[in-house]
């Protein structure tokens, strides 16, 4: 999720587990919880493309790294706020907590986490976009006015009980939602007499209203959205694998790992004489004119015997025209 959800988050598990003994700093410490696994991106920047993409949400999100960094936290912080006398386990249980909480958080987005690292399986619920404002604002609204009670308050602790409440069912609830549009999805299809082999299923951005669709084919990809408020039947768009066309590029070490990491969706193509690759699991960007790109796509340059991969940047993009594009879909075709 965002910085900021995960810094709401940190800091409600750092109120639940010491707010009554400390206060007010007991939320700054779990917020400073809540971002450390996000200090990946940073460390990500001093390597090439493809580790980093590796190395974002793997170690640093995992159950591993909660239990060996939170007593090492836990006993600085110990000493660095002696005057608590608390000695070294409350502390570090706050740390743990906020470490977990976040990866934990995060496994329900698309990208996922390694939460049982070193082990590579990713664990991706796919049922909410990393930003959401009906998780988070509740939250953040709940969290703020905790910070304006005094320490023993009872008001202070029911409004973090109930920050915690609302997302937490919230969150609960998307993983039913989209049991309901996966499942019309997978009628659509049946309707549609299309045979497949596999369905992932995602929410657009901001929202849990309106989804979206991979689906796998033996020879092609079919990608498709649906809104709650939808009336036409839904529309699959067709996207050839071309995978024979590529198949010298899928030789080459990077290009295997990138295809490791898209988990099989994927395709390779070639566009204006240079090869990219499309990471088909955040699916598409619209542009004005009513054609679309993908959110993650890589460009593929040989050089000898290697590839070099850069990310494509987003660059271009109307923030108001996709709000406005958004918004029209949600509300149904």
């Excluded at 992932?200 to 309106?210: H, Q, V, W």
């Excluded at 768009?237 to 099989?264: C, F, H, W």
């Excluded at 991969?309 to 879909?329: I, Y």
């Amino acid at each position: 999720m965002d910085s900021l959800t995960q810094i709401v988050l940190g800091a409600a598990i750092g109120e639940a587990v010491l707010g009554k003994k400390v206060g007010n700093k007991a939320l700054l410490y779990g917020a400073i919880a809540g971002t450390i696994p996000d200090l990946d991106v940073w460390i990500g920047n001093l390597t090439d493309t493809i580790t980093a993409i590796e190395w974002h949400r793997g170690f640093s999100h995992s159950l591993l790294f909660s239990v060996l960094l939170a007593p090492v936290l836990g006993w600085f912080i110990s000493k660095l706020e002696r005057k608590s006398d608390l000695g070294w386990k409350p502390w570090t249980n706050l740390f743990f907590l906020g470490l977990f909480t976040h990866a934990l958080l995060d496994a329900f987005t698309s990208w996922g986490t390694q939460l049982f690292w070193p082990l590579k399986t990713r664990v991706a619920l796919n049922s909410i976009f990393v930003i959401d404002p009906l998780y988070t604002l509740p939250f953040l609204v709940c969290t703020v006015l905790v910070l304006f009670c005094k320490r023993q308050s009872k008001v202070r602790r029911r409004l973090n009980r109930v920050g915690l409440l609302i997302s937490t069912l919230y969150l609960l609830t998307t993983f039913c939602i989209k049991q309901v549009a996966e499942n019309r999805f997978k009628q659509a299809l049946q309707d549609q007499n299309i045979v497949y082999t596999q369905i992932s299923t995602r929410p657009a951005p901001l929202n849990t209203i309106l989804w979206n669709a991979n689906i796998d084919t033996p020879d092609n990809y079919l990608i498709a959205e649906h809104s709650f408020f939808d009336t036409q039947p839904i529309h699959f768009k067709l996207y050839p694998k071309q995978r024979n066309t590529a198949l010298e590029l899928m030789e080459y070490s990077d290009v295997k790992r990138l295809i490791t990491i898209s988990e099989g969706w994927y395709i390779i193509e070639q566009r204006e004489d240079h090869w990219y690759f499309n990471d088909l699991r955040f699916g598409l960007i619209p542009r004005k004119d009513g054609s679309s790109f993908f959110t993650f796509s890589y460009r593929l340059d040989k050089h000898t015997d290697k590839i070099k991969v850069s990310e494509v940047p987003k660059t271009g993009r109307d923030a108001k025209f996709l709000m406005k594009n958004l918004l029209q879909r949600i509300k149904g075709n």
